[in-house]
């Protein structure tokens, strides 16, 4: 089924690549998988070939992310120190941290700031020593809180691990969405970043909610006339050149909660032929972010979409999760590779 053709079945392909747990394994290799959210990375990494088992504070998300994946997910605050599992051996430990913005140098506040999920994200590498840790975080990470970027790369290295990092973004692994993510890879195996598809087989978002059931009663959210009157005033003066109407022959925009679900200037919403403009519909805001059919949200509406929103996007997690299944199964590195790569990693800044 080629992504150009008219038989190109989006909905079908998330059913075949992410497909809906029958059982629990607990044979296959485990990722612990910290500030989990409803369990995009998850989903990914399970279909990669990984047991999972999530770490959330969120008691909607984490009830998603447990009705739907074969690993369950702890509901609790993360913190330095903890014991998070202890009958299991630990491969590996994935996440998306938050990042609360400041300076480390000087304060070194990281370490105290209870908001900052990184501590215990390291923590948990001293305590497990996994033979691959994996983060995923925004790209502004490279920019605005770039002393802490090289201060966590640092911590990670002085565990004994050669850290790889790069841009990647989703829409060149299946997903229809520009979505740019920073993953830092920590890794005592020789690792290499899932290769991204050619730019021809990129899925629009026509593609992607071609066949999207509305469910019974669930209305749509059309815009008001005064929101109408504030996206014009908001596209006028920020010169916008692209509106913001999701265009059907193209990959969407980045989805984030606050553009699937508020009523800002910039959210993500559809043009009737009759010119009003609605907004996505909770399973339209999981396709854009390749979440098969099968997946269900659990909480009020406003929590679904900060989960969907929040979430790493599966398809992208699980080219992630490939490769780590991958790096897996190779022999570990010497100590001097891992500090030859990491020279390599301070001066070459490789961007894919
Ligand atoms: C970016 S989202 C993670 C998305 C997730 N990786 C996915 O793919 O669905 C970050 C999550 O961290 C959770 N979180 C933030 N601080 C936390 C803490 N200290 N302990 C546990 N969870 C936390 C938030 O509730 C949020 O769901």
């Given at each position: 089924m080629h992504r150009d053709s008219d038989e190109f079945d989006y909905a079908s392909l998330l059913q075949a690549e992410l497909p809906k747990p029958t059982?629990?394994?607990?044979?296959?290799?485990?990722?612990?998988?910290?500030?989990?959210?409803?369990?995009g990375l998850a989903l990914g990494f399970e279909a990669a070939g990984f047991d999972t088992i999530g770490f959330e504070m969120d008691s909607d998300a984490c009830l998603t992310y447990s009705s739907n994946l074969a690993?369950?997910?702890?509901?609790?605050?993360?913190?330095?120190?903890?014991?998070?599992?202890?009958?299991?051996h630990v491969d590996i430990i994935v996440g998306g941290p938050p990042c609360q913005p400041f300076s480390v140098v000087g304060s070194q506040r990281g370490k105290q700031d209870d908001r900052d999920g990184f501590p215990a994200f390291l923590s948990a590498m001293r305590r497990y020593e996994p033979k691959l840790a994996i983060f995923e975080n925004v790209r502004g990470m490279l920019y605005r809180n770039r002393e802490y970027f090289e201060f966590i790369r640092a911590e990670m290295r002085d565990l004994g691990y050669a850290v790889s990092w790069r841009l990647l973004n989703a829409v060149n692994f299946g997903v229809p969405q520009n979505r740019e993510r920073?993953?830092?890879?920590?890794?005592?195996?020789?690792?290499?970043?899932?290769?991204?598809?050619?730019?021809?087989?990129?899925?629009?978002?026509?593609?992607?909610?071609?066949?999207?059931?509305?469910?019974?009663?669930?209305?749509?959210?059309?815009?008001?006339?005064?929101?109408?009157?504030?996206?014009?005033?908001?596209?006028?003066?920020?010169?916008?050149?692209?509106?913001?109407?999701?265009?059907?022959?193209?990959?969407?925009?980045t989805v984030t909660c606050r553009n699937l679900s508020a009523a800002t200037a910039d959210m993500l919403r559809i043009k009737m032929s009759d010119g009003k403009r609605r907004m996505l519909t909770e399973r339209e805001g999981a396709r854009l972010q390749s979440f098969p059919d099968w997946?269900?949200?659990?909480?009020?509406?406003?929590?679904?979409?900060?989960?969907?929103?929040?979430?790493?996007?599966?398809?992208?997690?699980?080219?992630?999760?490939?490769?780590?299944?991958?790096?897996?199964?190779?022999?570990?590195?010497?100590?001097?590779?891992?500090?030859?790569?990491?020279?390599?990693?301070?001066?070459?800044?490789?961007?894919a």
């Open positions: 059982d629990t394994h607990s044979q296959r290799p485990l990722a612990l998988d910290l500030f989990a959210g409803c369990g690993g369950k997910c702890h509901q609790l605050f993360l913190k330095p120190g903890l014991e998070l599992v202890s009958d299991r920073l993953v830092v890879v920590a890794h005592r195996k020789e690792w290499k970043f899932p290769a991204p598809n050619s730019s021809h087989s990129q899925v629009t978002v026509g593609q992607a909610l071609a066949g999207v059931v509305i469910l019974d009663g669930e209305p749509f959210r059309f815009l008001t006339e005064s929101m109408d009157k504030y996206v014009a005033t908001y596209e006028a003066k920020s010169k916008c050149i692209n509106p913001r109407d999701l265009s059907m022959d193209r990959p969407s925009r997946f269900i949200f659990c909480g009020p509406e406003s929590k679904k979409f900060e989960q969907i929103g929040n979430a790493v996007a599966p398809l992208f997690a699980k080219a992630i999760g490939q490769s780590a299944m991958k790096a897996l199964s190779l022999p570990d590195l010497s100590d001097g590779r891992i500090r030859q790569l990491n020279e390599l990693d301070e001066q070459i800044r490789l961007y």
